[in-house]
């Protein structure tokens, strides 16, 4: 396993120099996505995908994961609309072609909101409708497509993640985050792990997304041991954030990402 260091962590940075702290920190890989000052340009990757996968070559690191969204927020075409699906299937034929020219190994998106009208089985039977379809364009390419369940979509629950895994072989973006501040146990989250393809770490406890790591509830060292006890061998991207979504403003997030870089350190010896 392996570390990297999510670009939207330091939204005051550009992607030069969040790819120069990773380098100082001794992570050497960087996760990329459409936020902030270190956002890549949406547009070129749709209207020209090889050449923004050459912008990201001349980074000269590591990129094990790049995050898309469809639209502009959390909520607009998104997978449990109907109404979006045409685009978005043209989108992603882009994306995964700039994935693949970039060398980024997995490629994430979110798996939907419970829309005007819907229930959260309405939203669900949308997204797995779209995600079956959305799966089977990936398998013609080398990045893996994978979806974060997070919090405020229809999938907040391992029992329903499980579920959209079985019914569409979609891989995970695994972020115990989001399940722990719901107040789900970390045991009743080691079970998605092994649909994982990547994985998110930042800690947290009941009713907080993000704290600071001595005072937050998940047990690193236990699930690293999860991870490489069925076999996960990709990357864990360590990803404190500061932004407004579920009151994350809180930490010094340089701080917690040497703490978070530390502890596998020193788990893994």
């Not at 690193?220 to 999860?226: D, E, M, N, R, S």
Request: glycine share 4%; charged share 20%.
């Amino acid at each position: 396993m392996k570390l990297s260091l999510t670009s939207w962590s330091l939204p005051s940075c550009n992607l030069n120099e969040v790819a120069a702290i990773s380098r100082a920190l001794s992570i050497h890989a960087i996760d990329v996505g459409l936020f902030y000052r270190s956002a890549l340009d949406k547009q070129q990757i749709l209207n020209d995908p090889t050449s923004a996968a050459k912008y990201l070559s001349m980074l000269d690191i590591d990129i094990p994961n790049y995050y898309h969204l469809f639209g502009d927020d959390l909520a607009s075409r998104n997978l449990s609309s109907l109404d979006s699906f045409n685009d978005n299937m043209v989108d992603l034929e882009k994306v995964l072609t700039f994935a693949d020219a970039a060398n980024v190994g997995s490629v994430f998106i979110l798996p939907g909101v419970i829309n005007q009208n819907q229930s959260r089985e309405d939203a669900m039977n949308v997204s797995i409708n779209s995600l079956k379809q959305m799966v089977a364009l990936a398998d013609g390419y080398k990045t893996t497509l994978c979806i974060e369940p997070h919090v405020h979509s229809y999938a907040e629950s391992p029992k329903i993640v499980q579920q959209l895994v079985e019914e569409t072989g979609i891989k995970l973006v695994l972020d115990y985050a989001h399940f722990v501040c719901l107040g789900y146990r970390q045991e009743e989250i080691d079970p998605l792990a092994k649909h994982a393809a990547h994985i998110h770490l930042r800690q947290a406890k009941m009713g907080e997304l993000q704290t600071k790591f001595e005072l937050g509830t998940i047990n690193f060292p236990a699930l690293f041991g999860q991870l490489r006890d069925v076999g996960y061998t990709g990357t864990m991207a360590i990803e404190p954030v500061h932004q407004t979504y579920m009151n994350t403003l809180y930490e010094d997030v340089i701080t917690e990402i040497i703490a978070l870089r530390d502890c596998y350190n020193e788990w893994k010896g």
